[in-house]
C-alpha cells in the first residue's frame, strides 16, 4: 500500500506542475514570469546546486582503497589479473570508468536475485538484467539526442552537427504517409525510444516486488517529470502545433542574455518550458545527481593497489593508550574485592602469601 501512496503523492505532484503554468500563462498571460524569470531561476538553481554538491563530494574523507571490483587482482606475475575491472593503474582506471560511463559497463553485468520454484522446489537463482541496462541505454543515448538536436532553437545559424543528427533521427516515416498539400513532420525515432524505456523502468519499479518495496516518492517524480517532458514535447510537433518562429526568438534571447517574451507561442510550449525549468533546479537535489557522482564515486576512480603501495589514514593523530597494566593499576583493588584475577596482586598480600 506504500507504494501506491508513493505513486499518487508523485503523480498529482506532477500534475499540480502542469496546472501552474496552464493557469499562470492561459488565464493569467504571465508570460514573463515563465518565459523568462523561472527558466533563468532554474538555471542559475543548477549550476549552484551542482557546484555545493561536488565541491562537498571532493572534500569528503576517502583514505582507503575501496573500489568496487570484478575481476582477479594484481598479484604474482604468473597469475593473470584483470586490467579493466580490477586496475592497479591510473590508465586501468581510465580506461574503466570509459567503459562505465559510456556503456554502463556494471549495470550490464547486474543480477537479480529470485526465489524460484523448480520442480516443486523452492531455490535461488539469479537473473541477468539485460532488459534494465538496455532500456538505460537508450533513455540516455535518446535523451542526449533530442539535448543536442534543441541546439537549432538556440543558435541562429544551426551547427552541422544538429542537421546531422536531425536527418539520422528523423530517417523513420514510421506510420505516417505523405498527403498532399499537408506538411507532415519527421517522425523522431529518439521520441519513441525515451517514451518506451520511460515506460519500461516505471512498470518495473511497480511490478518486481523487491524494487517495489524500496521504491519513494524520490523515484516516482522524476519519471513522472520525464514523462510528462516527453509527453508535451510530443504534442507540440506532432498534434498542437506551436509557432516555432515565437519559440526561436524566445530560446535566442535567453541564450544571448537578451530576453524576449513573443506572444502567439501557446500555452502548451510554457507547459513544457516550465517541466525543463523544474527538472533543472530538481537535478542538484535528487539521485539523478548519479550524472556527475560517477566521477567522484571511490568505487570507480581509485585503482587497487593495495598490494603495491601501502596506504595510510592522513587523518591519523597521536592517541594516549590506557594499556592494560595501567587500567590495573588503576583498579586492582575492586578487581580483588569482585573476584576478578589480576596480573599483580598488591604488595601486602604477596608478602603474606609468602610466609604462609
Known sequence: MNFIVSILFSFFAVIVLVLIPWIGVGALHLRVLFGIIVPYAAMATFFVGIVVKVIGWARSPSPFRIPTTAGQQWSLPWIKHSRIDNPKTTGGVIVRMIFEVLTFRSLFRNTRLEYRNIDGVPKIDYEWEKWLWLAALLFHYSFLVIFLRHFRLFLQQIPGFVSLLDSLDGFMQLGVLPIPGLNVPEVYLTDMLVMLALTYLFVRRIYIPQIRYVSLPADYFPLFLLLTLGFTGILMRYFLRVDITAVKELAVGLFKFQPKSPEGIGVIFYIHLFMISVLIAYFPFSKLMHFAGVFLSPTR????????????????????????????????????????????????????????
Do not use: C
Open 301 to 356: 576512480n581509485l585503482s587497487n593497489n593495495s598490494r603495491i603501495k601501502r596506504h595510510l589514514n592522513p587523518w591519523n593523530y597521536p592517541v594516549k593508550y590506557h594499556t592494560y597494566e595501567e587500567y590495573e593499576n588503576e583498579f586492582r583493588e575492586k578487581m580483588i574485592e569482585a573476584g576478578l584475577p589480576v596480573d599483580k596482586q598488591p604488595e601486602g598480600t604477596a608478602e603474606t602469601e609468602e610466609k604462609e
